[in-house]
């Protein structure tokens, strides 16, 4: 259904720091003078109590009002190269900043709030090295540096391995094109081979074990050169908001994204803030890792969501996702860049989503069984959203679902509420589950198997089997309430009430068999006799 939309995405792990079990108290001179820390004016170290059993510091540091790279890079540092467990405080102001990297990292990154603590991205941000840099050698071929090291990625703040959280801040990225000509290649939104100016993220969590904990973290961007798709009035300066992402090559690789070294761990991002990127939250390549994306506000993003993500669990849950364009309010793609995936569950509970131009509200994807002729290993279970379709873009098909399954081991949609839109529920594959619905204003309410369409010539195979569509309430349909088509087979229809559909309220095409229809409240049918 919306395979077409997903394209090349760079895809792109580590182990927790120890700290060494010391007691210690000693005064801020004394500790600059024995371990050689910078004092300045805007960056400032304590240490805890002498009752504490590991080394725990604060550093403080204060916005100079120009430049605050050197700063906040040398608390990062400081943390690090003595393995300590950090706070780095930064008090109300704006802050200015090239990129900052972080191998390592444990601790919190704190502000004093969204809004009072602002992040500001640097016109010009440095470019990757030359050498990490073409159309066949990616940057992440090369390891992270700072700004001012030998291969800055495109991120504000890029953070390999660690266990750390960042909290009550704001990221801005004002500019049209962050990043230093020539840019970076191997972009996805662009033409292959064609450099880009863009950020690839605010934050980036990367490496082979990670645990990062963000929350009450404001992401802002505007526009930018990277383009949406044809039709869809937006521009971006930044490829996605927040991160996780295994992106570290080995050292002998032959696939850019295919050898990738996977990211495993723990994140979540809460009561947070995306406006204005592609992505505004996403995880790819994560092998037998947790994911909680909740209570956070979405604006103007063309899909958060994942790709290729193994023995993981992933909830998305609460979120207010406006203004979503194109691709989905949240979505994933199984098997784009692996094939050993292992099983995999996603959650979709209670969010609000408000889609636009062409754009599905909640849609996964298994490539695996229908495009390479591997096993299926997503399975997902959406319950308790509400999706309202803007449709004044006259670009919604009967191929295009508010909610769609394509290829999944197995799905459940119950209690969903879906206003308008192409199809209300569509589905290849299963099993599955669609119960207790209410859609209304779809062209179609519920689509088993795919119809004709430009999505639809993707797949060798169009059929949905062994779905129990049951007890769902669907009025106002375009042309059907619940249609079955293209060899769909062994499907139940049952208890459910359909009124109003422009065509007919339940619709067979005649092909495919065993399917059930059982107890449905209806007034018209094709054939005759399914109500």
């Known amino acids: 259904m919306n395979g077409e939309k997903g394209g090349d995405r760079s895809a792109k792990r580590r182990a927790r720091p120890t700290t060494t079990l010391v007691v210690l108290v000693v005064s801020i001179a004394a500790l600059m003078l024995t371990l050689g820390i910078p004092a300045s004016a805007s960056a400032h170290a304590t240490t805890t109590s002498a009752g504490a059993n590991w080394r725990s510091h604060t550093i403080i540091v204060k916005p100079n009002g120009y430049n605050d790279t050197t700063d906040i890079q040398a608390a990062f540092n400081t943390c690090t190269s003595h393995n300590w467990m950090c706070t780095i405080q930064l008090v109300k102001g704006t802050y200015y900043t090239d ?78 094109t962050p990043i230093a000509s020539p840019g970076w290649y191997n972009n996805p939104n662009v033409a292959p081979g064609v450099e880009s100016t863009s950020l690839y993220a605010v934050v980036l969590v990367t490496g082979t074990e990670a645990y990062a904990t963000i929350d009450q973290v404001t992401v802002i961007g505007a526009a930018g050169d990277l383009t949406s798709p044809v039709g869809v009035p937006s521009t971006f300066n930044l490829a996605d908001g927040i991160v996780f992402e295994g992106m570290l090559l080995p050292s002998v690789w032959t696939s850019m994204w295919g050898d990738q070294i996977p990211l495993s761990g723990t994140f979540s991002v809460t009561s947070s803030a995306s406006d204005y990127s592609i992505s505004a939250i996403w995880a790819q390549n994560l092998l037998s890792a947790t994911v909680t994306v909740c209570y956070n506000s979405i604006n103007s993003d063309l899909a958060s969501g994942f790709w290729d993500i193994s023995n993981t669990q992933f909830m998305f849950c609460g979120n207010r996702v406006t203004n979503a364009l194109y691709a989905a309010g949240f979505g994933g793609l199984q098997s784009v860049n692996k094939f050993d995936l292992l099983p995999s569950t996603v959650y979709v509970l209670d969010n609000y989503f408000a889609v636009n131009w062409g754009a599905n509200g909640v849609w996964f994807e298994d490539l695996g069984p229908y495009l390479y002729g591997v096993a299926a290993t997503l399975s997902a279970f959406v319950s308790g959203n509400t999706v309202v379709t803007d449709t004044s873009c006259d670009c919604y098909l009967n191929d295009t679902p508010v909610i769609g399954f394509v290829g999944l081991v197995s799905f459940a949609a119950t209690g969903n509420t879906l206003l308008g839109g192409g199809v209300g529920v569509g589905v290849i594959g299963g099993p599955g589950s669609i119960s207790g619905n209410v859609i209304r204003g779809a062209l179609e309410g519920v689509g088993l198997g795919c119809p004709a369409g430009p999505g639809c010539a993707l797949y060798p195979e169009v059929a949905a089997s062994d779905v129990h569509v049951i007890g769902n309430l669907i009025e106002n349909s375009g042309q059907y309430g619940i249609a079955v088509v293209n060899g769909s087979s062994d499907n139940i229809v049952s208890w459910n009430v359909v009124k109003n559909s422009g065509l007919f309220d339940l619709y067979w095409d005649g092909s495919g068999t065993g399917n059930v229809w059982s107890h449905n409240y209806c007034k018209t049918s094709s054939p005759p006799g399914l109500c």
């Open 99 to 176: 990129q900052i990297y972080a191998n390592g990292f444990a601790g919190s990154f704190v502000g004093a709030g969204q809004g009072p603590t602002i992040i500001q991205a640097l016109p010009n941000m440095s470019a990757p090295a030359a050498m990490y840099n073409t159309e066949n050698i990616p940057f992440w071929a090369g390891a992270p540096t700072t700004a001012t090291g030998s291969n800055p990625w495109p991120d504000l703040f890029t953070f390999v391995n660690g266990t750390f959280g960042i909290f009550g801040m704001t990221m801005t990225e004002p500019y049209a």
